[in-house]
């Protein structure tokens, strides 16, 4: 302990002793740090520990498997139940399902507040493992339910914001849309399900499966749930499936209809916490986390060779401490704490950069990952795994140069001149080496950042099908609870939408169920085709205004206007990608005119009236698909699309006048139609656009920054090279010149060696690019992922900021005075 005490002293010492190595040694650490810790606090919060709930990774969901529907079906109360008898997989089996979409609101006089509603099995928090924070759980009967449904729990931030933290909470009566509720009890803070929903304060309440089934049938279905399960310690995932696919097996066989007993005849088990994350976003998680880990070791890289020449001036004094009698293991152990130390005081400075980084990026992150924007401050595993990165940065950027220390002969550098002992060609080539390595590894990161820049240029090059400019668009959830049984399309929307119209500087309004690349409802609609196949179309409701707002182009027909009322015939206008799979003549767009496609209600046919051109309506980078919309005047609440339409709808207004001075207008309108909607979400098209840009725009954005630093850091460690390299050959560089040597080829000799140096790393680099190109392929859109000019332009830009780098040594080399390089040799 002695020891240790006297060299963290001594290691202060050396870092008061030379400011200007420790700041930049401790800034090229904490920049590769910094993005490491970033990137993995990302990951940790999406794929790592997505949910805290206890032991998470034994929770399933169960599917019954389609051959129709690849991603699989819910399962009725029949299901269930035979599920949890039959199956020794589990120890608890519990179902769920939402309360009905967006429109759920709790009401507190005077005031109601919009919430998230889940209905659940009784057993649901116990399957979970997360019990009340306040209060008591549901009354359990195993998979059945046999709980008062008039109960609700209530989260953690709907308790602090609406009531207050009131305690006395538990027990009192809420009213949510038009039925009361008995609070029973408060989740932990931090609680949600469904844990990728964290929008809206959330509710549970207890099903009814009885009462569900009832209700259904009345429409000639079952009620279907989702089935979240939790494995046994010795049951795997692999057995769990195997066994349900037997028991579907068995189930499926009791089926009243002919087709679900051929089709629903297997089970599909996938994790949980993979069902909230994507695959393409768990993928770009993991390639970014790459490439932080790659910018670290280009700083670690950086890092160590200066150690490498800051142990070749230390050789005299290294070697006066072993002639006094210090072993090479005290002279390894005194080199080593000064490296944990750079490494420490990096790490801090690190947490901090990463901190600012996710704070910068909160609303990017917030948009594009599915469970929102992670934490600022690190919790115990960033802490942990930062602890480690620490050790490690250390071990790899001072272990070679100590070991280097250590073993150096000491007569050589006792004599006169010995600061040059050692400092020959052999480790030139090995400090050139490591830039080259800096090198390639920037260019790798550079050529990645290329081709998503080069793929958001591409995408903003592509026809959307509709103006964006100028146009505003708010989201409009109302409580559906006030209008039931009435008609809110004719009552709320289309008054409202009268009243937008007339107001000074708006030349055109409409609404829509969903604007184009906007997050709305997505409901497809199955239809049989003239010559008898299945085609699947997006579903839509949509004014007439509509038209104008975006500036949607008519290939055939017309579009909705004042003869499509509630009394005429059903009209729906299709696009491009509709006709051409349903026109009886595929030449022909117009031949779909007339054509019957599906029934508002019962002796209602929908015939098609117009054909508009495709626009991209999911994704830019996707191309349009077959989409149908019907009119929002001949929706009323007996007609199939009414419930679509009548939960969550969007306004869009097209204007000339600044956002700042039509927004006051325009939610003084909504609060007229309903209080609750004054607070809707209003944002401009542009920023729709902007949005649908998702994880290309992200990891851009993210590789902007990681090419950036590593460019800096590669150039700044072929200049810290060079300089070195030119400060120790002064003695040689004035020889030459007394020699009669031409500056001109002491700058050329510089500069060759920079050249060396790039071109190498750049061939290695190609070489890396070429093999990490497989991760960046599935972000690209209209680029190769070996486009040459991405390639040549990051070796451009590379070999510039190298040689200019190179040039300020080169110049000093060139003007070395010989008179006082030999005087001061």
């Known amino acids: 302990m002695d020891h240790l005490l ?17 700041a930049v040694a401790i800034g090229t650490l904490a920049i590769g740090i910094g993005a490491a810790t970033a990137l993995f606090t990302v990951v940790d919060h999406v794929i790592l520990q997505p949910v805290a709930y206890k032991d998470s990774g034994s929770l399933v969901q169960v599917l019954k498997s389609s051959k129709f529907i690849p991603t699989g079906t819910e399962a009725d109360w029949t299901d269930i139940e035979q599920w949890s008898k039959q199956s020794r997989s589990f120890e608890s089996m519990a179902y769920w399902i939402g309360m009905g979409g967006r429109g759920d609101f709790l009401v507190k006089e005077p005031t109601s507040v919009e919430i998230r509603g889940t209905r659940v099995s009784t057993n649901f928090f116990e399957t979970l493992g997360v019990p009340p924070e306040i209060g008591q759980n549901f009354t359990s009967a195993g998979a059945s339910s046999t709980a008062n449904t008039a109960t609700a729990m209530i989260g953690d931030a709907l308790w602090r914001t609406v009531f207050g933290g009131e305690k006395k909470i538990v027990g009192s009566p809420i009213r949510i849309d038009d039925k009361t509720y008995t609070v029973t009890g408060v989740m932990p803070p931090g609680f949600s399900f469904p844990a990728n929903d964290k929008e809206l304060p959330q509710v549970w309440i207890p099903i009814d499966p009885a009462a569900d089934e009832a209700a259904a049938q009345k429409d000639g279905r079952h009620a279907e ?43 599909r088990l996938t994790p ?128 070679w140069p100590a070991w280097m220390i250590a073993r150096a002969p000491i007569e050589p550098a006792l004599r006169q001149g010995g600061l040059q002992a050692g400092t020959g060609r052999r480790q030139h080539r090995l400090r050139g080496l490591l830039v080259s390595i800096e090198i390639a590894m920037s260019f790798t990161l550079l050529v990645s950042c290329g081709l998503l820049l080069r793929t958001i240029y591409v995408l903003r090059q592509v026809p959307l099908g509709f103006r964006v400019d100028h146009i505003l668009v708010a989201r409009l959830d109302i409580p559906r609870y006030r209008f039931a049984g009435g008609d809110v399309m004719s009552s709320v929307y289309l008054p409202l939408l009268d009243r937008v119209q007339q107001v000074k500087g708006i030349e055109a309004a409409g609404v829509m169920s969903s604007v184009p690349l906007a997050r ?83 002796d209602k046919p929908l015939h098609i009236v117009g054909v508009l051109d495709d626009e ?117 560089l004035g020889i030459r010149i007394a020699l009669g040597a031409p500056r001109g080829n002491l700058l050329w000799l510089v500069m060759r060696q920079a050249g060396t140096m790039l071109l190498f790393g750049i061939a290695v680099g190609a070489a890396l690019a070429w093999l990490s190109s497989r991760f960046v392929r599935s ?3 209209g680029v190769n992922a070996h486009d040459g000019w991405t390639l040549t332009s990051a070796a451009v830009l590379l070999c510039a900021c190298g040689l200019f780098a190179a040039y300020v040594p080169a110049r000093r080399a060139a003007g070395v005075d010989p008179i006082v390089a030999l005087h001061a040799e």
């Not at 963290?8 to 050396?14: E, G, L």
């Not at 594009?368 to 620490?390: F, K, N, T, V, Y």
């Not at 497809?524 to 997006?538: V, Y």
Request: net charge positive; proline share 4%; charged share 20%.
């Open 225 to 267: 749930y989702f089935v979240l399960a939790r494995l046994r310690p010795e049951a795997t995932l692999a057995s769990a499936n195997t066994e349900m696919n037997v028991i579907q097996g068995r189930v499926a066989l009791q089926y009243k209809d002919p087709d679900d007993r051929k089709d629903q005849t297997g089970a």
């Open 272 to 399: 949980y916490a993979q069902t909230l994350v994507p695959a393409d976003v768990r993928k770009a998680l993991l390639a970014l986390l790459g490439a932080s880990l790659v910018l670290w070791l280009i700083a670690v890289v950086n890092v160590t060779n200066l150690l490498l020449a800051r142990a070749t001036s230390r050789q005299r004094e290294i070697a006066i401490r072993g002639a006094l009698g210090a072993s090479r293991g005290r002279v390894l152990e005194q080199v080593l704490i000064e490296g944990v130390l750079l490494s420490g005081v990096a790490s801090l400075l690190g947490v901090g950069l990463a901190i600012v980084s996710v704070k910068l990026l909160a609303r990017q992150l917030q948009d594009h990952l599915p469970l929102g924007a992670p934490p600022l401050m690190p919790d115990g595993s960033i802490l942990l795994a930062l602890l480690g990165m620490s050790i490690l940065t250390a071990a790899l950027a001072t272990l």
């Open 520 to 602: 709305g409802w997505r409901v497809q609609l199955g239809l049989i085709d003239n010559n008898g196949k299945m085609i699947s179309a997006a579903l839509k409701v949509a004014s007439p205004g509509i038209q104008r707002v975006f500036g949607m182009h008519m290939l055939a027909g017309r579009y909705f206007n004042a003869q499509d009322t509630p009394a005429s015939d059903g009209a729906v206008v299709v696009n491009r990608a509709f006709a051409r799979l349903y026109a009886p003549e595929k030449h022909d767009l117009a031949s779909v005119i007339g054509t019957t496609v599906w029934q508002l209600k019962k």
């Open 779 to 781: 972000f690209l859109y």
């Open 616 to 732: 991209r309506s999911n994704s830019i980078e996707d191309s349009s698909v077959p989409e149908a919309e019907a009119c929002t005047c001949q929706i009323a609440p007996d007609v199939n699309l009414y419930n679509i339409a009548s939960s969550s709808i969007e306004l869009a207004v097209r204007t000339r006048q600044p956002k700042k001075e039509i927004v006051p207008q325009l939610r003084a309108l909504l609060r007229q139609a309903a209080p609750e909607l004054e607070q809707a979400n209003i944002t401009t098209m542009d920023q729709i656009v902007e949005d649908s840009y998702g994880s290309q725009r992200l990891a851009a954005r993210l590789l902007e920054g990681f090419g950036g630093a590593a460019l800096l850091l590669c150039t700044a460690g072929l200049y810290g090279l060079l300089a070195y390299v030119v400060a120790q050959r002064t003695h040689e």
């Open 6 to 22: 006297q060299d963290v002293k001594y290691a202060f010492r050396q870092m008061r002793r030379s400011p200007g190595f420790a």
